[in-house]
């Protein structure tokens, strides 16, 4: 979670409500908002079970994908073009 904190991402990606469950978790260990461990940050899932999890984490899904693992990279490759540092 330090990386989280220091360095500057453009994407998370969660395929499954585990990661993000996960994730949350070790946020609030590190008692560290959702909002301040990832400013400008865009958030991408796989399916909408993984996107109300991560609404229910404090988190809005940018780019949701149709909820495999392969469709979550290829969205993922496909945006981040549109990604500006």
């Avoid at 453009?10 to 993000?20: I, L």
Wanted: glycine fraction near 4%; aromatic fraction near 6%; avoid cysteine.
């Amino acid at each position: 979670m330090d990386r989280v904190a220091t360095e500057r991402w453009d994407v998370v990606a969660f395929a499954n409500p585990t990661a993000v469950r996960y994730f949350r978790s070790a946020l609030d260990d590190q008692r560290m908002a959702v909002a301040r461990a990832l400013p400008g940050v865009r958030v991408a899932v796989a399916g909408p079970a993984t996107a109300e999890s991560a609404r229910r984490a404090g988190m809005v899904p940018d780019w949701v994908a149709q909820g495999t693992l392969r469709d979550l990279v290829a969205l993922v490759v496909e945006r981040a073009s549109d990604v500006r540092r």
